[in-house]
């Protein structure tokens, strides 16, 4: 929120028209297009009312009085008729496409605002906030700081409009005008009551929106959970509770805005009459003619169509200044640091890495990793052993760049990994996760991720991740589309594609966590047998079963927190731990 | 129906707004209830705004004599009854507006939720097909859409036209000759209308589409961020984001056109008017009878229409919007359950439940013949573990088990009754699925297990309290579940209190497999099916699971697809699928020597988990 957190006396209208100020000065050309069609358009309808006048005056009387009929004076009333009202259309047509076209720059350009910024926050922020918010701020908050920059133009024009019925009232009478100064402040004064009372309610809508959208994300990603746990009746009342909060929320404002709109409907109505009587007094006074009266009624009559549009915009004002809290909160957001370092990371081959003193923990619970340190030599294939939950994914999190430790070092290649840069850094390594993910895509591109590889190369990494079994099998072959999540295929299916993935880019340090753990043992079998063959990298795995660990070199056995033996399959047997762990299998199958 | 043009909801149903609109409101009644009411509520409104100008010509007419002279007592009354009509139109404006936004708002907070339902009442195929930015778009933005029409855009539907009758009426008490070819002049406007209508409904719908894609990226961005920062792919993944963004910016600015265009499609024709009555009140005055009054009344009349037309238009428009919204609601509503429950169902009996699979097909929508004549019998608290390659069809077997779809042909039967005929509450209790993906919802470990239980087997003797969501948390119960598995370690670990995170990510993918037993166990169902759930957890858990899930098959029947062979070893029946057939049966001991899919299987397995020694 930084731009309001030295603003806070400012009015809410005050700041919003300050946004709104920032929001169209971007978009220069098509908001001065719509203003200008705006300021067409009042012109225009001041002079539809003149030239109705004139061709009454010039036209209409003095045919019934003279009993001729003037064909060019028809001609040219009619010639001025067709004309102002073809220029008024025209204006409309200008400003209505034109103000929808600043609105809607104005959501792009915020679209991908949100966009940059979803793609460079750190991973950790996004553990903290639900995906369906997320999304909410996508679209509705978006839509809601636009809304505005719809009636502005015209609001803009209307002032214009107020302004010179404003001057032609001092010209008529100055006690009019003066009748007329005490509406505008009313209107004015009006619109500030309603900000005060709109700004509360209007965030609880916007957050209502946002929280109906984070239980559906939730729900529907969890949709064969709730099949499975009859759990639908609870989502639908859970949903509900989200969906009626929003609505009584939605009740809130629209009771507070129907007494807006009907008092902002009203003053102007009250104005005329008010003009009216005290007219009435200076007629009788002898200080205007009634031809003043009528024109000073005329007047105000025009003015309020373009008062309602005022403040139509006036109320879209709350809702826009909420809106831009709640993005600023996310643009605001630092980004994961990107120290650009000039210093040259070791340039091919298979990587070393050197891990000292490491220390990491989740926000508000205790530390998972203490104090790990451990040396992996170019080349090298080494196991990560751990039970369940101490540590070994986050570590290995760690490893790939995704996450900075809390304290201690990790180099690779000889360099601080947070010295790497970024693009470097992901062209070498590579971590492929427990949980693969896949993108509601292709199997090709969810392998090639859409870079530059050859075909050849995208066959060669599958073939060592033996998908070309299962890929045979579905009518596409690599042009299969898969579900999100690559929900269409099973568990073991994804598990090889994101290994694919990995293994197509050929990286300099690969990071397997537990990534063929859903695999069938068979094929897990020539996968292992294919990276045995092919690996020439600096190989961290993380293991559970024997045959995995068994094609390590050496093996690192994470517990408590750090790393508390090293050495061979053979050496850690040793290790009371280290072997009830791994040969808890051959324990149950005896 | 055809399953790969509805992908995804996303046709717009071959109607026309008027149909779309029609079958909106059936499924949105709350819109119209009070209208009626809220109409003539509206009409005071418009009596007021009215009311204005006759008053100040009445007090300028007859208030007023020559250059000076003032009547106030005609002034005074007339202000009297001025402000008396806007007062009351004040008063109408608020209740009829409080009204419409009672209405439009209940109308569609339900309106998500009867959608919201229908979502979860559909297949897993239908829910795999489609994305769930899409989904979420359709409970969110697309019923936002509604706000509008339903809020202001059937009010003023309901008022403009009476408003239009009214000046009509107005105009032939003043010359019908003229009234009539006023009326011509405008005819056309509303075939005009007609042709920009199904334009602007389908410039709607595809931005409705847009909208729904771009949500759709956005949300697998986000989901899988981690995947995108392993491997860089931050522009390229951008780069596809912002196509989407480009596009519903394209189909906004197209739709766009549309909107301004129709607005001054009476514009227009108020100037055509104009013009007519000009020249035909001039030439054909003494043919009609008319004097100047006439035509200047007229010609005002004709600048008055300028207002409902368009209002009219605007309402059009919103017409429009909601039309394609509630083509994409109705999308969804209109989906054809494949599940549907049984209106008088059987109930299941407690206890271990007996299982005979008669000649199952299963093919999936895509064609995918993915079972062929599975037939066996499966005696009531048998320990049957489901074995077979990637592909081979076990977890199809398991679905259907749990009837998240039905047999194309062929039959289930529990206790022997067809599963098709028992009812629903009697199912969800007395059959139940551990699915693969470990999902846990966003709320705390005991919540995440209660959900097993659903309330039903507190048993009253344990420390309640209270959760988020107003469930009662039985943590006592939560912490024997996790007891009889062996894992009070685990829980030990790890607070009963500690949320769990989106998907349950703080949790590894093992320990939210653990969490998903623990819920299972809590659940104490007849038959429970096991889909590869401890596929990620580490052996030192798997054994604990293997021995906990040993002592709890005796109490019921459990079906595991189980890619770790030590499931299949601790069986009593191993079924071995094979390309969608059942190709053996049997013991584990009885199959491991036989030569078949099992043998080769097991010999895998071993050599992978043995291969150290």
């Given at each position: 929120m930084t731009a309001e957190v030295n603003t806070d006396e400012r009015s809410l209208t005050g700041q919003g028209l300050r946004l709104i100020r920032q929001l169209v000065t971007a978009h220069p050309l098509t908001f001065s297009i719509s203003l200008t069609g705006a300021l067409v358009y009042a012109l225009a309808s001041v002079l539809t009312t003149e030239v109705l006048g004139a061709v009454t005056d010039n036209v209409i009387l003095p045919t019934f009085d003279g009993g001729e009929l003037s064909g060019d004076a028809l001609r040219s009333g009619a010639l001025m008729l067709v004309g102002v009202i073809l220029l008024r259309a025209a204006s409309v047509v200008a400003r209505r496409y034109f103000a929808g076209m600043t609105s809607e720059r104005v959501q792009a350009s915020f679209h991908r605002r949100l966009l940059d910024k979803y793609l460079s926050v750190p991973l950790a922020w996004y553990q903290q906030r639900q995906t369906g918010q997320l999304l909410a701020h996508v679209d509705n908050d978006v839509e809601k700081l636009a809304e505005p920059l719809h009636p502005l133009p015209l609001s803009i024009g209307a002032v214009g409009m107020a302004v010179f019925s404003a001057v032609s009232l001092f010209l008529v009478d100055v006690v009019l005008a003066a009748v007329a100064f005490v509406i505008f402040p009313m209107l004015f004064g009006l619109n500030r009551t309603y900000s005060k009372i709109i700004e509360e309610p209007s965030a609880a809508v916007q957050a209502g929106v946002g929280s109906t959208s984070a239980v559906a994300h939730e729900s529907f990603d969890g949709a064969l959970i709730v099949k499975t746990l009859g759990r639908a009746e609870h989502e639908s009342r859970r949903f509900a509770v989200a969906a009626n909060g929003l609505r009584s929320h939605q009740i809130r404002v629209g009771n507070i805005r129907a007494i807006f709109e009907a008092t902002l409907d009203s003053i102007p109505s009250l104005g005329v009459v008010l003009m009216i009587v005290v007219g009435a007094y200076r007629l009788d006074a002898g200080a205007i003619t009634r031809g003043d009266l009528v024109q000073v009624a005329v007047l105000f009559t025009i003015l309020g169509f373009p008062m309602r549009v005022f403040g139509y915009f006036l109320e879209g004002i709350p809702p826009a200044v909420v809106s831009h809290r709640r993005l600023d909160d996310v643009l605001s957001s630092p980004v994961q640091s990107k120290l650009s370092s000039s210093t040259a990371v070791q340039s091919a081959g298979p990587l070393t890495v050197r891990v000292a003193g490491v220390g990491f923990g989740y926000a508000d619970q205790p530390p998972v990793l203490a104090d790990v340190s451990f040396d992996l030599s170019a080349g090298e294939v080494v196991a990560l052993v751990g039970s369940t939950g101490s540590g070994k994914s986050t570590l290995a999190m760690l490893l790939a760049g995704l996450v900075p430790p809390d304290s201690g070092t990790v180099e690779i290649g000889g360099q601080l990994l947070s010295g790497w840069p970024a693009a470097q850094r992901t062209e070498a390594i590579a971590l492929v996760f427990q949980e693969s993910f896949l993108f509601g895509a292709s199997v090709g591109s969810n392998i090639d991720m859409d870079s530059s590889v050859s075909h050849e190369e995208v066959a060669d990494a599958a073939a060592v991740a033996q998908i070309g079994d299962f890929l045979s099998g579905l009518?596409?072959?690599?042009?299969t589309v898969v579900g999100e999540r690559g929900v269409t295929l099973s568990g073991g299916q994804r598990q090889r594609v994101a290994l694919a993935r990995a293994l197509v880019r050929k990286p300099r340090f690969l990071i397997l966590d537990d990534a063929t753990s859903a695999v069938d043992p068979k094929v897990e079998q020539r996968i292992l047998d294919g990276l045995r063959a092919e690996l020439s990298t600096t190989t961290l795995i993380v293991a559970q079963r024997l045959a995995t660990i068994m094609l390590a070199d050496r093996v690192l056995y994470l517990a408590d927190g750090h790393i508390a033996a090293a050495g061979t399959h053979e050496q850690l047997l040793e290790v009371a731990g280290y072997r009830d762990l791994v040969t808890a299998y051959e324990a149950a199958a005896l | 129906m055809s399953a790969t043009e509805e992908q995804e909801f996303d046709d717009l149903p071959d109607l026309r707004t008027v149909d779309l609109l029609r079958r909106g409101l059936a499924v949105s009644p709350e819109i119209k209830q009070g209208l009626r009411a809220t109409v003539l509520l509206g009409l005071a409104v418009v009596a007021s705004r009215l009311t204005v100008p006759v008053v100040v010509e009445r007090a300028i007419d007859n208030g007023t004599t020559g250059a000076t002279g003032v009547d106030f007592g005609y002034i005074f009354t007339i202000a009297a009854v001025a402000v008396g009509t806007v007062m009351f139109g004040w008063l109408g404006g608020i209740w009829a507006e409080r009204r419409l936004v009672e209405r439009s708002a209940t109308a569609i907070a339900n309106l998500r939720i009867r959608t919201f339902d229908r979502i979860h009442a559909l297949s897993m195929s239908d829910l795999n097909e489609s994305r769930r930015g899409v989904l979420v778009s359709r409970v969110t933005s697309d019923a936002e859409q509604l706000t509008r029409f339903a809020q202001w855009g059937l009010f003023v539907f309901s008022i403009e036209p009476m408003v239009l009758t009214g000046i009509v009426i107005a105009m032939a008490l003043y010359s019908w000759q003229l009234t009539l070819l006023v009326v011509a002049v405008y005819l056309p406007v509303w075939p005009m209308f007609r042709w920009l209508q199904r334009r602007q409904l389908l410039a709607y719908d595809r931005l409705r589409s847009r909208v729904g894609d771009m949500l759709s990226s956005f949300s697998e961005t986000l989901s899988g961020a981690a995947v995108i920062r392993v491997y860089g792919a931050e522009e390229r993944f951008g780069a596809q984001v912002g196509v989407d963004i480009d596009e519903r910016y394209r189909a906004r600015i197209d739709s766009n056109k549309f909107i301004a265009g129709t607005f001054v499609v009476g514009d227009l024709f108020s100037a055509v008017a104009f013009v007519a009555v000009l020249v035909a009140g001039l030439t054909q005055r003494e043919a009609w009878n008319l004097d100047a009054g006439d035509v200047v009344a007229i010609m005002f009349l004709v600048s008055l229409l300028q207002q409902p037309i368009s209002e009219l238009s605007e309402v059009l428009d919103q017409a429009q919007i909601a039309a394609a919204s509630w083509g994409k609601i109705l999308g969804v509503l209109d989906r054809p359950v494949d599940v549907s429950e049984p209106t008088n169902g059987r109930s299941l009996s407690a206890g271990p439940i007996d299982v005979e699979v008669e000649n199952l097909d299963f093919t999936y929508r895509?064609?995918?013949?993915?079972?062929?004549g599975v037939s066996v019998a499966i005696p009531a608290g048998t320990n049957v573990a489901v074995v077979g390659q990637t592909g081979s069809g076990k977890t199809t077997f398991a679905k259907l088990l749990c009837r998240l779809a039905d047999p194309s042909s062929g039959a289930i039967k529990v206790n022997g009754l067809d599963l098709r005929d028992v009812s629903g509450p009697s199912r969800i209790s007395s059959i139940r699925m551990v699915p693969q993906d470990g999902f846990l919802f966003d709320v705390s470990i005991a919540e995440n297990v209660m959900m097993g239980a659903d309330g039903e087997s507190s048993n009253g003797e344990s420390s309640n309290d209270e959760s988020s969501d107003g469930e009662s948390i039985d943590v006592d119960a939560v912490r024997s579940a996790f007891k009889v598995l062996g894992l009070s370690w685990w829980l030990e670990r790890h607070q009963p209190t500690e949320i769990v995170g989106q998907r349950g990510e703080n949790l590894s993918v093992g320990e939210r497999q653990l969490v998903a037993l623990a819920r299972a166990q809590l659940a104490d169902p007849g038959l429970l099916i096991l889909d590869e759930a401890t596929s990620a957890v580490d052996p030192e858990i798997d054994e604990a699971l293997t021995a906990a899930l040993k002592r709890l098959a005796e109490g019921r029947t459990m079906i595991s697809v189980a890619h770790r062979l030590s499931t299949a070893e601790a069986a009593d029946l191993v079924l071995v699928f094979d390309q969608g057939q059942l190709v053996e049966v049997g013991p584990h001991h009885e199959l491991?020597?036989?030569?078949g899919v099992y043998s080769e299987l097991h010999r895998a397995w071993i050599g992978n988990t043995r291969a150290a020694r």
């Open positions: 009518p596409m072959g690599y042009d | 895509g064609g995918e013949q993915a079972l062929k491991v020597d036989r030569g």
